[in-house]
């Protein structure tokens, strides 16, 4: 019989789509159904994390070179898996979250031009090579998401061409992995996209509890 483990679900897409509302709303979904739920999200969901969150989003901190911002996600990431993430999976939660590392391929590599690749290793290295079971892409035209933003934080205020690029390489990904993902165009009503994504985390749970234990050593 298959080791019991916990469905790790991530929301992804640009600045203000909506992820934090649909994120919500799943977890009150998989609560009413019974499971623990772990809401979490990246970067800054740990006391180091919230350290490296305020460094990488202050608008202060002014410029960092790509490859010092990639590792600075990069160890973030590493600390939530440790912490949070994994602990609550080996134990049968449901954990839902707001960014992993497809944000780090899409902001620091297509957003600022690093070499996907190199940046997907490095990710890859600092969580031991755990993949979520479902990711949510909430895609929106920039323009009509992070461009309505008024008070931006240093990513928010990276200007339009990077967001552009971001959400290019979101889809990217999604393009290359299409059975992991389920992408939405935001702009729906928060009412249908609570449905399908509600749909698609009951599918990936009957498929996940035959398969084996997914956790890297």
Known sequence: M???????????GGDGVGKTTQLALLAEHLRRAGHEVVVTRE????????VIRRLLLDPATGDLDPRAEALLYAADKAQHLAQVVRPALERGAMVVCDRYVDSMLAYQGAGRVLDVAEVAAIADWATRG??????????????LAVGQIADKDRLEDAGDEFHLRVRQGFLALAGADPDRYLVLAARDTRERIAARVAEAVAARQAAVSVAPGRLAP
């Open 2 to 12: 298959a080791e019991p483990r916990g469905l790790f679900i991530v929301f992804e």
């Open 43 to 50: 970067p800054g969901d740990t006391p180091a994390g919230a």
């Open 130 to 143: 755990l993949h979520p079971d479902l990711t949510v892409l909430l895609d929106l035209d920039p323009a």
